[in-house]
């Protein structure tokens, strides 16, 4: 375990599929929250059919989960399937006034994959508010305000090679534009491609953005998790953007599975009194783990070791 500013809970794999039973062969990239004072995540659950789409989990702890084993059903008007629910994967949550929006990647028009947004106030029933961009776009993740009175949503327009993080933004969430980009792939882990991770959060010196970076090796891919601070009025901007991972796949569930060296971060729940900050995140495209750390670490961490731009 070769650890920095996050420290991986003792009890991780907090959720594995042995744990869930029945016909599921993993369960990992998820959106994760508080809500009502507990905890609700929509989760990346794949049968043994291998077909990915979204479980409804509930926890008082964060730890300990229930699960409703059945996808979540949403009417979706681009999606020809007679469950489109199935066809969805690595969801964030992110909660707006009293809406939480769920930005999800969805296999559509043939198997192209998209960003697309649902939005609920129960976690009970889930409605279709839009597609915003066209395929490929693997990763999408809502700011959570309006930012200069717009809608503002960090992506992925990459199904593969050439994958960098960009912003666009929307008066009402269903027209995007004014896109651009942030953050080019580069750097040590980060220099195959890139893609942004759980919701940013604002903290005095702008937003914390979490994000995956990927290199190559001689065995395949390697997932890490890395952080920026990007500019509060101007998101687009990077003011510092970090060279060391906060977190690399060590431990034998990051490392094995049905994707080994995997760590996808997706959610991050933060507790405005201690300043604790629960990073849930894939493992291995298998399981999930959580990892803790102090916020103000965390951003410290951050220029510390940093570049000043995107340019590596
Ligand atoms: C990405 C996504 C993730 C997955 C990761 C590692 O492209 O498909 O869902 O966790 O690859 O396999």
């Not at 077909?51 to 008082?60: I, M």
Request: hydrophobic share 35%; net charge positive; proline share 6%.
């Amino acid at each position: 375990m070769n650890e920095t500013v996050f420290k991986r809970d003792p009890r991780n794999p907090i959720i594995t599929p042995q744990m869930m039973g029945g016909n599921v062969d993993a369960i990992h990239n998820s959106g994760i929250i508080k809500f009502r004072g507990k905890y609700v995540g929509l989760f990346r659950v794949d049968d043994q059919g291998l077909r990915e789409g979204l479980y409804k989990g509930t926890s008082d702890d964060g730890y300990k989960w229930s699960f409703e084993k059945k996808w979540i059903k949403v009417k979706h008007p681009y999606v020809d399937s007679p469950d489109p629910a199935r066809k969805a994967f690595d969801p964030r949550i992110t909660k707006i006034g009293d809406t939480y929006y769920i930005v999800y990647c969805l296999w559509c028009w043939g198997h192209k994959s998209s960003v697309s947004i649902i939005k609920t106030k129960d976690f009970e029933t889930f409605e279709h508010v839009g597609l915003p961009f066209p395929p490929q776009n693997r990763n999408g993740v809502l700011f959570p305000r309006k930012i200069n009175g717009k809608y503002v949503m960090l992506h992925r327009p990459s199904g593969g090679g050439d994958a960098d993080i960009f912003l666009s933004s929307s008066p009402d969430l269903v027209h995007w534009g004014e896109h651009h980009m942030v953050m080019e792939h580069g750097g040590g882990w980060g220099w195959l491609k890139i893609g942004p991770g759980p919701v940013p959060i604002e903290v005095k010196e702008g937003w914390l953005m979490i994000f995956h970076g990927v290199r190559m090796m001689a065995t395949g891919m390697v997932y890490c998790a890395g952080g920026a601070i990007l500019d509060r009025k101007r998101p687009w901007k990077v003011l510092h953007r970090g060279v060391r991972y906060l977190l690399a796949p060590t431990e034998d569930y990051e490392r094995i599975g049905d994707v080994f060296n995997v760590v996808f971060p997706t959610s991050l729940v933060h507790d405005e009194a201690t300043g604790q900050l629960d990073l849930y995140y894939g493992c291995a495209d298998t399981r999930i783990g959580v990892a803790h750390a102090d916020i103000r670490e965390v951003v410290d961490f951050i220029i510390k070791n940093r570049k000043m731009n995107d340019a590596f």
